[in-house]
């Protein structure tokens, strides 16, 4: 007698795992339950349907080769029995069924031998007054993107308010305000966008990016109520502010939705997510689940995450589809490896950020790097902007954050340190790493061995630096701080800044240093700055060989101005 499987979920981590196991077990019988309309879509992809850049809601359901993913394909290109609009209501692991109820309202039970679980997550809800008004969304369904694209494609919207500054969150106002020319605000209660994803001097990049395209940003603020007029909302209050809004997005995460599975007995976390072995079982060895609804272990601390990442999940169906059918597949784990488009800029990372491996334990500091994306004398070349997360003593890569206008150039570069974290790597490792090289696509020294090698000079002591952050903080207070900042670039590029901060700004071009020491205090604080780290570096080198202590600012002012930080916006105290 042919296996008896019952999926439940049809969007990602269902139908990956479906169709894997009838291509391993192909006379295996297989129901897939899902409680909406539309099944196996690009649910990535709703910021960009919701934009246009995606024009038909049809693109998101079609394949590589543009049939559609709806219960006919299911049926007649896989073997695999659909039942939409049906919501598993129970799973009753003694008899082995799952009762479901269809749209209509009838019940039935559905037999199994193997039973998988993709039940997804559902959006975090945020008790204000005023959330049931109408035009308030959370953008969870493909429904629930038609009705967005549809009220403001009528041209009614003419402001939005995003409440949450994560990956969904942005991508949706930067579809509001460069698609439709909406007027966007984002309000973040955390004191960064990105919050879990970026490191701040890399948030403030992005916020940079995103005010710079016409959207506003509140951070450290908190929405207290939405207003309404005849039923629709017009207004969203927070702690400081009263902002319009003809439409509102809630964007504040996600939850696992493991209630199915916590009803049936089986093993979940305290505070949401079921359990999983690495084979993908759960505490019941008959019953599989992945995807947004369970925990994974992560690979660098070895802690229980959570990841509702669409990418992870059609990996873990994949491995669920070959366990089911009979194979022993692993997965081993997860990073949060991710990339977000923001408007011209793509921002990404894996890993740990600096704030994330301290909260971890990790004795952990960071270095900066900007430099061009491929050889520097070969034309159109975009900056790439990388942030190298380290453990002190032992010199281990815990994780790496970057920015570039050059989306596939970052997307490498942050997959290359992605595919190593799961082996522990150290600084020596990155620093000689093989990546290809070609003028018009790399540098002879690729970006990461330069990451590596800035972090091994300030690990070895070659290098004593200071973050764009602290250098930020000391210049506004530059007159407390007897501070001095030696600029190594030509006069050109220093010029604007000693001009107007002259008591606190010189310029000593990095091939002068050792001509012109005796201009040089040693009872001041002195920072070395040029365009991307490196002639500070070197100046560096030559006074602490001539008894100077110094700092050079880690990324120069290439990436300090990244952030949003200009010495010459302000006056001198």
Known sequence: ???????????????????????????????????????????????????????????????SFHMVRDIEFFQDCKDITVMAETRALSIDRKTKTVVVQTKDGAQQSLPYDKLILGTGSTPRQ????????????????????????????TGSVSSAVIVGAGLIGLEMAEAFADMWGISTTVVEVADQIMPDFLSRAMADIAKGHLVEHGVTVHTSEMVQALEGEDNQVKRVVTNKRTIDADLVILAVGVLPNDSLAREAGLLCHDRGGIIVSKTMQTSDPDIYAGGDCVLTENLITGKLGYYPLGSLANRQGRVIGTNVGGGRQTFDGALGSFIVKLFDYA???????????????????????????????????????????VEELSGRILGIQGACKNGDSI?????????????????????????????????????????ANVAENVLTGQCT????????????????????????????????????????????????????LDEIPKDKKVVLVCNTGARAYEAQITLSDAGFVTLSLQGGMGFISETGFNPNANKDK
Not at 11 to 25: C, E, F, Q, S
Not at 30 to 57: E, L
Not at 129 to 152: C, H, K, M, W, Y
Not at 492 to 508: C, D, G, L, M, S
């Open 1 to 63: 007698m042919s296996l008896q499987v019952v999926v439940i979920g049809g969007v990602a981590l269902g139908p990956k795992a479906a169709a894997r196991l009838k291509r391993v077990l192909p006379d295996a019988q297989v129901t897939m339950v899902d409680a909406h309309k539309y099944i196996s879509y690009g649910g990535c992809g709703i910021p960009y349907y919701v934009s246009g850049d995606v024009s038909d809601v049809q693109q998101l359901l079609e394949t």
């Open 126 to 153: 945020l008790p204000l007054p005023g959330r049931d008004l109408g035009n308030v969304f959370t953008v969870s369904t493909l429904d629930e993107a038609i009705r967005i694209r549809e009220q403001v494609s």
């Open 465 to 516: 630096p200071i973050q764009p952050e602290d250098f930020a903080r000391l210049w506004e207070n530059r007159t407390q701080e007897n501070l001095l900042c030696i600029d190594t670039r030509e006069w050109p590029n220093a010029e604007p800044y000693v001009t107007k901060h002259p008591n606190f700004w010189v310029n000593i071009p990095q091939g002068q240093i050792r001509d012109r």
């Open 347 to 389: 921002f990404a990372g894996t890993g740990l950020t600096l704030a994330g491996a301290r909260r971890e334990g990790f004795k952990a500091w960071s270095t900066h790097v900007i430099m061009p994306d491929h050889a520097h004398f070969y034309p159109d070349r975009d900056m790439v902007s990388l942030e190298l997360v």
């Open 411 to 451: 997307k490498a570069r942050i997959d290359a340190v992605a595919a190593m974290l799961k082996f522990r790597p150290t600084l020596r490792d990155l620093s000689n790493a093989e990546l290809a090289y070609t003028p018009p696509y790399g540098s002879a020294m690729d970006a990461l061995n330069v990451a």
